[in-house]
């Protein structure tokens, strides 16, 4: 045996590959000797950020991921929730935000590629994606150019992957200037009783590779992602993966096809650190070694290192523990769809991790060890420090009606239609609700009335502004867009996304905004199932906003009872569902002091979960009864925003009476948590609404009737009626102007 | 009606297909495999939507050359009924067996959205469930819809009455020539068009006005 020690391991090489000297210690303690140039290259892999979640890991563990539909939570390649019927909700939500930036097409692709395969992986056939997208400011010289790629990337692989886009998020803001977001999500459906796990078991069994052959694309991928952004960052382009979408949709019906013939053993998609990971994970789950044989790897480029092969992030692979007599079946599942198939190796007794190179052993550790013993640290974190409140008095006036233009046509609340068109929203045929509103619906194939609702959250401005209030407003959000359709929120995935957290004050946003989301969930009942961490989101020392992004799943039983947004019809009562006292109070990090007054003070707004709890509830069970005719969630640009939402998107005005004593911007502006708004085909003085209004009374909710649609403008109170056409105009109108250069 | 499906790897609307013909026929279509040499006694081809081959090269000129597509071409010319959606459209096209090209968007950009379309030709076995000149609402989702034929064969199609589609309305998404959206061959047995009706022949879908193209063709068959 000798393991090859061509080059030398110097403190520069061992920092290149992301280590600190701690960490290198660590290594020459576990493995007792200097570690060779693949070996240091595979602890430089599993030690990352990405993969370790070294700085994260102790305060995930806090977060509630458990559940009587929980099947499986955080650990596997997606989350999976039972939805009933035998069948199952699988899904994930993952960053690609530093490849993005570098090369957004095929950077945003790959990240869709990515999270889809996460979710077939398991046996799932994904069913819905969606994408929360954040961008530098809307006149920083490379933000159209980023937008353009990045919408072009997720739609040139999703949509000829086959699966429909159903719902997302974009915002803008200058702290993303030199890293964007890309966070991408996928749902699959699959039966509960052949769901796919990544742990290996039986000795002596094959390792099988399949899919697109090895190359040198992405090598060191998952170490750049958990490294900040210099001035360099162009030349890190080499490193970002080339995706394939017509290969993973083979790989997908091959995937399917093969594990309904009972071959599968264990199956692991290679994603960051590729083979690496994904073979040190399948042995150490089952408590086996695992011996590869790289000379057996596929490959497309000539003269390949051990260390290249190992670090490979090339796309469209996976790899497979089989059943010994199934290989023949397997093997020709994979030529039908004439993908790559490769036995490389093998599960073995003696818990380490050897791989073989041109007759040589170029590396042999400790298979547990590897992730077992990755650093783990409790980073120092600062004081929580949230924003101060706006003085009492604080109300930067402006006509009422102006604002509401200005707001329904900005960068904020503007449609997104220009971007969810270049997507396939209806491909399988599913999709009930599709993007504009406040989730995403489709039907559950093969049930008569199932419906699974999907939505994306965040309002990073919260976060920075609190961390820990950000935290629970996100995951709150997301309940109530579930909820406003007519859905039980089931689980969530959280794609956390931050600064560098060896900066106190960084490492504070993430400890209090995961405090945030865990009191929530526990409160919702709506617990994190997968997730994903991407910190380092800096460019020479400037952080992100905070972003911790929840992707929420909810079950309609009967999707043909869902509300969407759209006002249904004229001279409906509109009612202001878990109002407060004076309808809206808080502006403190509004959208209107944002984007009209260039304001970023004040406090975020509280979420009172209690609060939040009976309001979703009473919501849903009102929908479900049936008097609900349309239902919109509250967000940016309050009350007023939502209306102006709900006419466009039904051509219906309505006129808004004012509450006497309440100052009409707080009132029509302000951003008070727990929201919605809701019409009924109900009289408002007959007895239903009275019996509607003395229920909510006793449940301790104030649904104040607020005004009735109608006509062709929306009347917010004593201000000028603006026509819906305009709103329209505005709203459908600065997408398309800002990406043809004539906005800003 | 006995139909077949013929599937390409890279395929990603057959399963919406395949559902469609299911529904409105209450028989499931074969399935035919690319590498299969042999197509079963069919009254209807169908190739559908999606992205055979990736794309890779140009929309549909790999697929076109598959085994399958000697014995597509051969019940064509016998009279068999060919339908072809999106790719479908562009698998036919680069099969020969439609005139023109479909060329990238005038956008450059990949549009899925609901577009107006004019039945131009309601007498062929395709479009007998409309009448001639109705409007009906259909989805599109297609980065390379953009119609293109020299003018002597537009002329052709226009004089022989074999454009069974236009988008109307000013919903054309993509710059065809002649706002078209679905072509004939000359014997009126083969259908190409960008449009997905079988994406529109239920309430789930927001609408059924996709489902005639389908029950015209049921409602003759053998």
Redesign the interface.
Known sequence: MTIPNDIVITPELVADHGLKPDEYQKILDLIGRTPTYTELGIFSAMWNEHCSYKSSKKWLKTLPTTGPRVIQGPGENAGVVDIGDGQAVIFKMESHNHPSFIEPYQGAGTGMGGILRDVFTMGARPVAAMNALRFGAVDHEKTQHLVSGVV?GI??YA????VPTVGGEVEFDASYNGNILVNAFAAGLADTDSIFLSEAKGVGVPVVYLGAKTGRDGVGGATMASAEFGDDIEEKRPTVQVG????E??LL?ACLELMATGAVIAIQDMGAAGLTCSAVEMGAKGNLGVELDLDMVPVRETNMTAYEMMLSESQERMLMVLHPDREAVARAVFVK??LDFATVGKTTDDLRFRVLWQGDEVANLPIKDLGDQAPEYDRPWTPAAPAPALAASDVPQMDVADALLKLVGGHQCASRRWI???????????S?QRPGGDAGVI?VDGHPTKGLAFTSDVTPRYCQADPYEGGKQAVAEAWRNLTATGAEPLAATDNLNFGNPERPEIMSQLVHAIKGIGEACLALDFPIVSGNVSLYNETNGQGILPTPTIGGVGLLPD??GMASIAFAAENQAILLVGSPDKRGTHLGQSIYLRDLFDRRDGSAPPVDLAHERRTGDFVRQLIRSGVVTACHDLSDGGLGVALAEMAVASGIGAQIVDLEGQDPVLQYFGEDQGRYLVTVNLDPQGDAMLALWDQARQLGVFCPWIGTTGGTALTLGAARPVPVADLKAAHEGWFPGFMAGAAA | MKAAVIVF??L??D??MI??LTKVSGTAPAIVWHQDTELPDVDLIVIPG??S????LRCGAIAARSPIMDQVRARAEQGTKVLGVCNGFQILIEAGLLPGALMRNTSL?????EVKLEVTNADTDFTRGYTKGQIIRC?V?H?DGNYFADAETLKRLEGEDLVAFRYAEGTNPNGSLHDIAGILNARKNVLGLMP?P??LIE????GTDGRALFTGLLGQAA
């Open positions: 072009a739609g040139g949509n000829a992957f086959g394939d979408p017509f290969t949709k083979r019906e769809w004439e969810y068109e270049q997507y396939d929203t209806m491909i399988q045929g599913n009930v039907r999707w043909t | 790897p890279g990603n609307r399963r919406d559902a469609a999606g992205f081959y990736g794309d890779y950009k990949f549009v899925c959205r989805p989702a980065h997905h079988e994406n309430a789930a879908h927001g």
